[in-house]
């Protein structure tokens, strides 16, 4: 396969697909923002995933706890759009 080398803009073909996929790619949420998926929030009550889940949905409809979809490394190290959950403090209801 040839790589053009001609530029466009100042840029060749090859800086410019850098650049599109640098900024595509997902960083991995920080547990230190509050943020934590299913899996952190298990280990961190030392319960099961479904057992947190139920906790965590109980949080959110008392209004304590917030959910978002952020990225997130997986159990194989990928970085996916995965549902994070933190803690808003005293219930918002």
Known sequence: MRTETSTVGGATAAEILAAIRATSE????????????ILQWA????????????????GMEAGLIE?????AATISGAVRPTPVYRYVGKSRK
Do not use: F, I, Y
């Not at 280990?43 to 109980?58: G, I, N």
């Open 26 to 37: 997902l960083q991995p949420v920080d547990p230190a923002t509050g943020w934590r998926t």
């Open 43 to 58: 280990a961190a009550w030392a319960k099961s995933p479904s057992q947190t889940e139920r906790l965590l949905r109980r």
């Open 67 to 71: 959910r978002a979809t952020l990225p």
